[in-house]
């Protein structure tokens, strides 16, 4: 269960992050409200998932698939389109993010 809680934890995390901006500093009722589940939802799961996981593993795949989804929620949502910097630097945390899984003896197999 472990890898659905963060899963879900993720999902929840880029909803918020998502309508953090929609709200528009917190001017626009329904996206605020969503920003603030969507967060303790988030924050509740990655409690669960840190039980079993380190907090460096846990994070650093709630950050880097974190970061993706929103940047894809960017281009598909709100139009907004990276450079080449930017999709190479993701292209690295995504590495990062691989490698800690797939090599890290921290990592709960």
Known sequence: MTFVYLVLAIVA???ATSALKSSMG???PIPSIMVVV?????????????RTLPVGIAYAIW???GIVLVTL??????G?????????????IVAGVVILQVFSKMNVH
């Not at 969507?38 to 840190?50: E, K, P, R, T």
């Not at 907004?80 to 993701?90: Q, R």
């Open 13 to 15: 995390e880029v909803i």
């Open 26 to 28: 917190f001017t626009r």
């Open 38 to 50: 969507g967060y303790g939802v988030a924050f509740y799961l990655l409690s669960l998932v840190l």
């Open 63 to 65: 950050a880097g698939l």
């Open 73 to 78: 929620v960017g281009i598909v949502v709100f």
């Open 80 to 92: 907004e389109k990276p450079d080449l910097p930017a999709v190479i630097g993701i292209s690295l």
